[in-house]
């Protein structure tokens, strides 16, 4: 089975910096896909950004980019020019390279932006 | 294009009642996902279905709970007798499954309260 492990329950930056949110996962597979996921206080879930196992590139929305190092099984995201919309819980999550897309989640990383 | 709709947003039963939360996928999916959220926790798995189809239920609980996406309508998650601990936020998502694990569009979850 896999595991996805986020070990940031709370982080906090400031308006314009820049911040790291961390995540790990475990799976024997080799064929599979990431993403992160924002849930603001609405609790609306929307995607910010997803990377194919297979792509040696980083994938970049943006102000949104990723670290994958697919050795080590991490995948972090990276949030630049810090906006204060950008308060809300980050979930990664992972999902077997198969004919459909089975999420499994983090526990999650509430962010606060500070003005 | 409407997004994937879930009604009610709000829903409130005592002990022992039936819940019936329904989802819209968005126009052009025909693949539906219901994930569940207990308070503080990242979403789990529950069910996924494509029309008329139940294809993996895995975590769905035994008891009480049932899911359908009938050939016209929305799907339907039901809950049977419910509980104290059956009270969450209940997401659908969706998504086109033509190939591979494609992004899935998350609706606004049902909040599921159980007095």
């Known amino acids: 089975a896999q595991t996805v492990t986020q070990s940031q329950p709370e982080m906090s930056v400031q308006e314009a910096e820049t911040v790291t949110l961390s995540c790990t996962y475990d799976t024997s597979e080799n064929n599979y896909y990431l993403f992160w996921y924002k849930q603001p206080p609405s609790r609306q879930m929307i995607l910010v950004i997803r990377?194919?196992?297979?792509?040696?590139q980083n994938a970049t929305e943006n102000r949104f980019s990723v670290n994958f190092q697919k050795a080590a099984k991490s995948f972090s995201l990276k949030i630049s020019d810090s906006q204060l919309g950008d308060t809300a819980m980050y979930f990664c999550a992972f999902s077997l390279g198969t004919s459909y897309g089975k999420l499994t989640f983090g526990q999650g990383t509430i962010l606060t932006v500070h003005p | 294009n409407a997004g994937v709709m879930q009604n009610p947003r709000h829903l409130v039963r005592r002990r022992g009642q039936e819940a019936r939360l329904r989802c819209s996928p968005m126009?052009?999916?025909?693949?539906v996902y219901w994930y569940r959220q207990l308070p503080e926790e990242g979403l789990k798995f529950m069910v996924y279905?494509?029309?008329?189809?139940?294809?993996?239920e895995s975590g769905m609980p035994k008891e009480r709970f049932s899911a359908e996406f009938p050939k016209e309508g929305p799907s339907i998650l039901r809950i049977q007798q419910v509980v104290r601990g059956d009270s969450a936020a209940y997401f659908c998502a969706s998504s086109t499954g033509t190939s591979g694990p494609e992004t899935q569009y998350f609706g606004p979850g049902t909040r599921l309260l159980v007095l």
């Open positions: 990377q194919e196992a297979y792509k040696q």
């Open positions: 279905l494509q029309k008329e189809n139940i294809i993996d």
């Open positions: 126009k052009g999916h025909s693949h």
